[in-house]
């Protein structure tokens, strides 16, 4: 039986020789390698700035310290996006306040929604690029503008993605990134930031170590003393992953035109199949290609994905809307659009190393099966 798993890494030779050389070299730790990482990442997306982290949940969580997101502070966040985007903002002790999507077609916050939620405590917006296509950026930078907010871009899903001519991630005041194993670049765990701010820059390199005005590797490259400033965090990335970032980043404007050429099939494919509504069908940029999600007209979900597990074909759901968990049901909205897509949408395998024949082979057993 053929297996399709849901995603699958990128990986080869160039990931294991990078690894090799930093443990060669005996500085595992943050160090020159994240140097190298952080300059790759941030001149593929022309950001004036990139800062490694341990994980983009930690950079959100600094985004919203360096740009003075405060307890008591309302951030308005999706709520069909991963638990993460609205924990960042819990993790101040500030509040959640949920906005709705655009559209059935369009799965990215809503900017009419966001200003209909704008009161006098909202002091950030943090837009999340599904499935690597971008939130109308334009928008709500606009709105942000007018009401003096902090923009901060969920970018987990969107690595060299753009929407109206420019790269996600450097709309807003600062943008985070996930190198979590199923996303289109993997360190097993790690992440990233960029801005366009060098003050913003400086306050999360501060905070990303403890708020020490020298690291080790400063101090290994000759700075004698250091001081604490403000209190931060250790939010280090270290040098084995940040070698893996590397080799993945230099592998990243490839990984995201093949992921294009699967999607197009996948429309293309799905077209023709009546029981199932494909998304960004008039997307105005270039999609990173994160996720193929897709939305049953009437399939039961659960038997769908437990048919395609017993075909050898893996599947997922983006997302259960964050406002409906358990932990959550203090911050209750009314979201039509987001529980409706959260209801039915499955997604299917995509990745670098899948071929035109398995989505074939997927969409031919998937439009049998609904
Ligand atoms: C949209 C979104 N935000 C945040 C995260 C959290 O990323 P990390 O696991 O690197 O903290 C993820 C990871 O899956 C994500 O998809």
């Known amino acids: 039986m053929k297996k399709i798993p849901l995603f699958d890494l990128n990986f080869g030779e160039e990931e294991l020789a990078a690894v090799k050389e930093v443990l060669e070299s005996k500085w595992i730790s943050m160090g020159p390698k994240t140097l190298e990482f952080e300059k790759i990442y941030a001149d593929l997306h022309h950001s004036k700035h990139a800062v490694a982290v341990t994980n983009c949940t930690a950079g959100l969580h600094l985004a919203l310290r360096v740009c003075g997101v405060e307890a ?39 900017p009419k929604d966001i200003e209909s939620k704008i009161t006098s405590k909202t002091k950030a917006i943090i837009p999340m690029h599904f499935g690597g296509y971008g939130a109308d950026m334009l928008k709500i930078c606009a709105i942000a503008k007018v009401h003096n907010l902090i923009v901060i871009e969920d970018a987990c899903h969107a690595p060299l993605g753009k929407r109206d001519g420019q790269y996600l991630g450097t709309f807003g005041d600062m943008a985070s990134y ?8 993997a360190t097993g765990e790690g992440g990233m930031l960029l ?47 940040s070698a893996i970032g590397v080799a993945q980043a230099k592998k990243l404007q490839e990984d ?59 599947s997922s759901m983006h997302y259960p ?38 989505v074939d082979y997927v969409c031919e057993n998937f439009s049998k099966l609904i």
């Open 72 to 110: 008591g502070d309302e951030v308005i966040v999706p709520s069909l996006t991963f638990v993460a985007t609205a924990n960042s903002v819990r993790m101040m002790g500030a509040t959640p306040v949920f906005a709705d999507v655009v559209s059935l077609d369009d799965w990215t916050i809503c």
């Open 178 to 185: 996930s190198f979590y194993s199923n996303k289109n670049m």
């Open 256 to 314: 995201v035109r093949k992921r294009k050429v699967l999607s197009d099939r996948y429309r293309e494919n799905l077209s023709k199949v009546e029981s199932v509504t494909v998304p960004f069908q008039n997307y105005p940029g270039e999609s990173s290609n994160y996720v193929m999600g897709v939305l049953l007209e009437s399939a039961d979900r659960k038997t769908v994905r437990r048919e395609l597990n017993e075909l050898g074909i893996g």
């Open 321 to 358: 809307p964050v406002h409906q968990f358990r932990c959550y049901k203090d911050f209750s909205a009314e979201l039509p659009l987001t529980e409706d897509i959260g209801s039915r949408e499955i997604s299917l395998p995509l990745y670098y190393n899948m071929e035109v024949e398995d």
């Open 195 to 241: 801005t366009q701010n060098e003050e913003f820059d400086k306050a999360a390199r501060l905070l990303r170590a403890h708020g020490m005005t020298a690291t080790a590797f400063d101090r290994e490259m000759g700075k004698e003393f250091y001081d604490v400033v403000d209190w931060g965090y250790n939010y280090r990335i270290d040098d084995i992953r």
